[in-house]
């Protein structure tokens, strides 16, 4: 069983960078996709970026791209979310998530990662 561990999160203000990271434990990252989400106040979570055990392959959701990146470093079974730019509506709570496969459909729904971590708060003032 995979335990996942965020961590990196804050608060910044606007136009700042973070970078969120994902430490993976009881299993080998590199056979697993990797995702992160985030959940704001009163919304549904939505899933954020995803990339292929490989790392060959990413996705982002149209409100980040250009300006977060999603990495994994399968050696110290971890995952990254470098995050530039951030704007007051990126505050959120994020959680990075785990499926054993290649892959996912873009966008995922959280059914589609059995495993999660337990979140991290990122908070951007204005």
């Known amino acids: 069983q995979v335990q996942l561990v965020e961590s990196g999160g804050g608060l910044v203000q606007a136009g700042d960078s973070l970078r969120l990271s994902c430490a993976a434990s009881?299993?080998?990252?590199?056979?697993?996709?990797m995702a992160w989400f985030r959940q704001a106040p009163g919304k549904e979570r939505e899933a954020v970026a995803q990339?292929?055990?490989?790392?060959?392959?990413?996705n982002y959701a149209d409100s980040v791209k250009g300006r977060f990146t999603i990495s994994r470093d399968n050696a110290k079974n971890t995952a990254y979310l470098q995050m530039n730019s951030l704007k007051p509506e990126d505050t959120a709570v994020y959680y990075c998530?785990?499926?054993?496969?290649?892959?996912?459909?873009?966008?995922?729904?959280?059914?589609?990662?059995?495993?999660w971590g337990q979140g991290t708060q990122v908070t951007v003032s204005s």
């Open positions: 998530a785990a499926d054993k496969g290649y892959s996912r459909h873009w966008p995922p729904g959280n059914y589609d990662y059995d495993y």
């Open positions: 009881g299993g080998t990252l590199s056979s697993y996709v």
């Open positions: 990339i292929t055990w490989s790392g060959g392959n990413t």
